[in-house]
């Protein structure tokens, strides 16, 4: 993981990320949304210590490439920022 994604200084506690239940459809979409909204605050770490999905993870593709086309559609230019970074992790990651 990238070092610009951790935030080490943290002194609030670390972020709650309400997510469902890993046997429910939308897992692994509040997943995907878990490690953007992590890595957009500058605390991928935690994220991916709640989800239980690293960075780039392969299986999130779908739920990043359609949060992807969301982002470019709605002008959040951010967010397609961390979506595009985490396409080229999973790229590397399945290589």
């Known amino acids: 993981m990238s070092r610009a994604f951790v935030r080490e200084d943290r002194e609030d506690p670390p ?3 309400r997510l469902p239940d890993p046997g429910s459809e939308y ?5 995907a949304w878990a490690l953007i909204t992590g890595a ?3 605390d991928s770490r935690s ?3 709640a989800t ?6 392969p299986r ?11 982002a ?7 967010v397609a920022q961390l979506c595009g970074r985490f396409l080229r992790a999973a790229n590397t990651a399945g290589r």
């Open 15 to 17: 972020p709650d990320y």
């Open 27 to 31: 897992f692994d979409e509040a997943c």
């Open 40 to 42: 957009d605050e500058g």
């Open 47 to 49: 994220a991916e210590i």
């Open 52 to 57: 239980g999905c690293r960075w780039g993870e």
């Open 60 to 70: 999130l593709v779908p739920h990043i490439q359609a949060i992807l086309a969301r």
């Open 72 to 78: 470019e559609t709605q002008d959040q230019t951010r």
